[in-house]
């Protein structure tokens, strides 16, 4: 069964980074686009950046230039990179695989919380 486990969450100053990944199983990772999405307490769950197999990427506009979305298909790994967080960038932030049969397959999230 495909599992997704991210990690690298916690609490960070503004204006400091995080490294978040994603470890993906049971899946030929390399087939799949991946995307990371975000939710913070009490608003929608937003698309933060997404990768294709190819590894072409797209960002949401709130964290272009500061974000980057990255896999290592070795490792089945998909890495988001953040720099100069700010604390509108506090939220869960969730794994997704999407497979070409149009699957969703999410992770439990890591918390990300940005102190002003």
């Known amino acids: 069964q495909v599992k997704l486990v991210e990690s690298g969450g916690g609490l960070v100053q503004a204006g400091g980074s995080l490294r978040l990944s994603c470890a993906a199983s049971?899946?030929?990772?390399?087939?799949?686009?991946m995307t990371w999405y975000r939710q913070a307490p009490g608003k929608q769950r937003e698309l933060v950046a997404g990768?294709?197999?190819?590894?072409?990427?797209n960002y949401a506009d709130s964290v272009k230039g500061r974000f980057t979305i990255s896999r290592d298909n070795a490792k089945n790994t998909v890495y988001l990179q953040m720099n100069s967080l700010k604390p509108e960038d506090t939220a869960r932030y969730y794994c997704?695989?999407?497979?070409?049969?149009?699957?969703?397959?999410w992770g439990q999230g890591t918390q990300v919380t940005v102190s002003s």
């Open positions: 049971g899946i030929i990772f390399s087939l799949n686009a």
């Open positions: 997704n695989l999407k497979t070409i049969a149009g699957e969703l397959f």
């Open positions: 990768i294709t197999t190819g590894g072409s990427t």
